[in-house]
Each structure stands twice: as C-alpha cells, then as structure tokens.
C-alpha cells in the first residue's frame, strides 16, 4: 500500500507563507524522485519543484526565489516551503515521487492553497 500524503495547506493572505509537507509510506523513499505539482481551478496541472534522489533541485520559473524544496529521508518527508504567497499561487498542491529506473510513479490526493484578502 503506496500512499503519500499532504499536508500544510490552507488559506493565507497575500504575502504569506505556508509550509507543504508529503509523507510517503509503502516505497524506498531515498530512491524516488519528489515533485510538487500544482493544479488551479481551469488550469494545467504544472510542476512547482522537483528534487532528485541526489538532491539535484528545479524550480518553475514562476516561484523561483519564493518556494523552497527539502526532502528528509529519514522522515520519508519532502516539503515545500512557500513566501511572499501570491493569489495566483492558488491552487491544489500534489505530491509525486518517481523512481526513474522502473518508470513507477504515484500521486498524492494533494492538499488546497487558497491566497486571498
């Protein structure tokens, strides 16, 4: 059983920050790559942060110098560190671990970030 669950979400003024976390469970967290998708009401599902196995870190060009991505291994945890939140940073925050060598992927349910005034 692979679940990996988020948390952290909520609503924020603009200007805020929030802190996302995913715990995996059921995988070899280490040998996964993590990724934080996020997904707005009528938009794409687009990719907000990705850190490899190795730590290797990308951002979306829309969030660089405002997000910040971290994983703990030993806690089976990657987060994502959110600043300066943005109304159009609105949208449902999924976690996404792949391991690259199988092509094995799973999905989070995500959890919902709302900045509004």
């Known amino acids: 059983q692979v679940q990996l669950v988020e948390s952290g979400g909520g609503l924020v003024q603009p200007g805020g920050s929030l802190r996302l976390s995913c715990a995996a469970s059921?995988?070899?967290?280490?040998?996964?790559?993590m990724t934080w998708f996020r997904q707005a009401t009528g938009k794409q599902r687009e990719s907000v942060a990705t850190?490899?196995?190795?730590?290797?870190?990308k951002y979306a060009d829309s969030v660089k110098g405002r997000v910040a991505i971290s994983r703990d291994n030993a806690k089976n945890t990657v987060y994502l560190q959110m600043n300066n939140l943005k109304p159009d940073d609105t949208a449902r925050y999924y976690c996404?671990?792949?391991?690259?060598?199988?092509?094995?992927?799973?999905w989070g349910q995500g959890t919902q970030v709302t900045v509004s005034s």
């Open positions: 059921g995988i070899i967290f280490s040998t996964y790559h």
């Open positions: 996404y671990a792949f391991h690259r060598l199988f092509s094995i992927d799973y």
């Open positions: 850190i490899s196995t190795d730590g290797n870190i």
